[in-house]
Structures are given as C-alpha cells and as structure tokens.
C-alpha cells in the first residue's frame, strides 16, 4: 500500500516509482510542498546544499533547476558523492526526497539562456540513470517548442521509461494569463495533449505569481486537469516567493482552495532558493504544525 506524503519517509521514497509517487501524491489531499533550487549556485548557508536547506525548512520534493546532465554539477554536495554516476541518488539519499529536475523542450543553441537545461532523449536518459524521479518538460514558443513538442517528448520518455520517471508538462511558460475563453480553452487543448501523451502532471502558475493570473481563471484549469486524472503543481514564481509571509499564507490558502496538488517554490528568493522560511509558512498555512514538525524531524534514516 502506498503511503501519502505526509506519512511518507526516506526509505518509502527510495522504494516508490513514479506512479506510486504520483498515488501518494493524489492522497495527500493537496498538502504536498516542493522547492526549486538552482543547484549551481552557492548555496547561502557554508557547508550545506540548497536542497539540504530546503528539506530542513519542510520541502517534501527537491526541483533541481539549471541542473546539465552533461555536466552534472550541485554546489555543497560533498566530493565523494558528487563524482558518483548516479548523483542525483546520492542527493536523494542523503536528504531523503525525491528530486525533479527542470528540462526545455528548445531550440535553443550553446549559449541560449535553456541551452544547459535543453530536452534530448539522450540527456533524459542521462537523468533516468543518474537518478532523478520528476522531469519538469518546459516549451519554448520563441523557438517554436510548445504543446505539441513537449506531448511528443512526453510520449517519447512514458514509453522508454513507464513508470521510472513521473513528468510534469508546461507547455509554454510564456503562454497569456487565461484571462478569456479562448486562452483558457488553449491550456486545455495543450493539457488533454500531454496527459494523453502519458505525462502524469500539469505545471501552472499560481494565482499572485505573475500579472492577470487569477484564482477563478486557474480553477476551472486545475477543475479541467482534474477531471482528466492528471495532478496540478502550481507554481509560485516571479520572485514572489521572497514576499512576506502575509503574502505566503494568503497564496497557500488560494493555492489549496482551488485544488492544486503540489505546490512548487521557485527559486527568485534567496541565492538560488525559495526562503526558507516561506517554504515553512507555506507548509504550516496548508497542513498545520502537525504535518509540518513530522516533516521537519523524520529521520532519514527511516
């Protein structure tokens, strides 16, 4: 049997795949907190990574951004791991949490800001092997890169790895806030695209994040990504997740509200991660001091 996420510990997330993962994610009710992490920057504290911090503070998953599995790189990690083929187990090991990582379905070519963070189905490969559980498949419309490239890249990656990794679709991050019918229909379409393509999961900003994204318009998004069995994480980006706490607890509520899954903090807060003390407030607005302690003080050696 599956445990939620809240029960969850590190020998449980060692032992699931992407689809257990994805259950345990489903029962949690919407209490499931993620943290994104450039990993190559210093981390702000000496002698401890951004993903260590970020499991500390009560993140249940580590998004791993800037992260090239050519040149496979996370600051603070300790060199006895770091040169290890499979480096993104090691992480996941010594924090006990599974790691996503962030790749661009682009064009892009060397020196284009996606360009260390580009879609292959050779670097996927790279990633399934050096350990990572989530890929987050971004599309790049100024390259032409969006719905339907990233459906393709997620049916690619469903039929090469089954239930190895769990993918998370955006299909254009630069996609019009869903301010009218037509926009809203065009996630929609994007969505149905990529859950049938076998992705489990469907990034969306978060209401307070960027300019026009409102509570009402994501919604009936997240009501439509529901109804089609996917999981919606909603992404708390734009350098709000440096805002004040107030603000925090107020996206946390709206964010739990409107039935979001998995609820990701970017990385615009702190050299590289979200505050550590916003991904605390969140977790403790949306499951209580309860959940949050258990969080905080399970031992990885559970």
């Given amino acids: 049997m599956t445990k939620r996420i809240l029960d969850a510990t590190a020998s449980d997330f060692l032992s699931m795949n992407a689809d257990q993962l994805a259950q345990s994610i489903r029962e949690t009710e919407g209490r499931t907190i993620s943290a994104e992490v450039i990993c190559t920057y210093e981390p702000p504290v000496e002698g401890v990574t951004h993903a260590e911090l970020a499991a500390a503070f009560g993140a249940d998953i580590i998004t791993l951004d800037h992260y090239d599995p050519d040149q496979p790189l996370i600051r603070g990690l300790p060199p006895s791991m770091a040169s290890q083929s499979d480096i993104l187990l090691q992480l996941k090991r010594m924090i006990g949490r599974p790691i996503a990582v962030n790749m661009a379905v682009t064009l892009q070519k060397e020196g284009g800001w996606l360009y260390t963070r580009r879609y292959s189905p050779q670097r996927l490969e790279k990633l399934a092997q050096q350990g ?133 903090l970017d990385e615009a807060g702190l050299a590289g991660m979200p505050l550590p003390e916003n991904i605390l407030e969140f977790s403790l607005t949306i499951r209580g001091k309860r959940h949050t302690y258990r969080r905080l003080a399970l031992s990885i050696l559970r």
Wanted: net charge negative.
């Fill in 132 to 264: 990572a559980d989530i890929v987050f498949l971004y599309g790049d419309s100024a390259t032409g890169q969006s719905a339907a490239e990233v459906a393709a890249a997620a049916r690619d990656a469903r039929k090469r790895y089954g239930s190895q990794l769990m993918l998370v679709g955006v299909p254009d991050v630069y996609f019009p806030a869903p301010v009218n019918k037509e926009t809203r229909q065009q996630y929609k379409t994007a969505h149905e695209q990529i859950l049938e393509a076998g992705a489990q999961s469907i990034g969306l900003v978060m209401p307070g994040s960027k300019q026009s994204w409102r509570v009402e318009d994501t919604a009936e998004l997240v009501d439509h990504i529901h109804q089609l069995n996917g999981l919606v994480w909603l992404i708390l980006t734009g350098s709000v997740e440096g805002s004040p706490l107030e603000n925090i607890q107020q996206m946390a509520l709206q964010a739990k509200m409107i039935g979001g899954d998995v609820y990701r």
